[in-house]
């Protein structure tokens, strides 16, 4: 009885430490994925890669490459430069074909004429297709430095 006791107890201990996910490792998939972030002009999709949805700073989303460019265009929104603020990547590989990333941007854009510069925290999610890490799901949130200061 006292065996029997102590190995239900021990059950969902167990249990919980197997349900744990490496999410750490796979150093290759992860340096793939930091090349990509890292790339001058930003994450370029390969040919298969167009299905996406993208949820923008207002909330608007659209369901296609080809959509969220068309709302840039329509906004009258030019990207000058995209980059990653160094060592604010975090990247969780699963599976070896699948990641969910997030960082922080330093966008330098151009809004109906004007310069803008701000500082915006993405969330993106790949997946691998072949040999090509493809993004499917991505949104930014403008970063308020006045009320939050981004300290790395």
Known sequence: MKALMISCLLLPVTTAAYAQMDTLSYA????QIRTLLHQPGGYRPAAACR????????GDISFSEA?????????KLV???VSVVPGSEIIRI???TSAVVNWLADVRLQVAGKDVAIKVRRLEVFIKQGNNWC???GQGTQVDEQLFPVKL
């Open 135 to 137: 993004r499917v799901a």
């Open 51 to 58: 299905d996406m949805v993208a949820v923008g700073p207002k």
């Open 79 to 81: 990207f000058k430069s």
């Open 94 to 96: 699963y599976n070896a």
């Open 67 to 75: 959509e969220w460019r068309a709302a840039q265009a329509k906004e």
């Open 28 to 31: 290759a998939e992860r340096q």
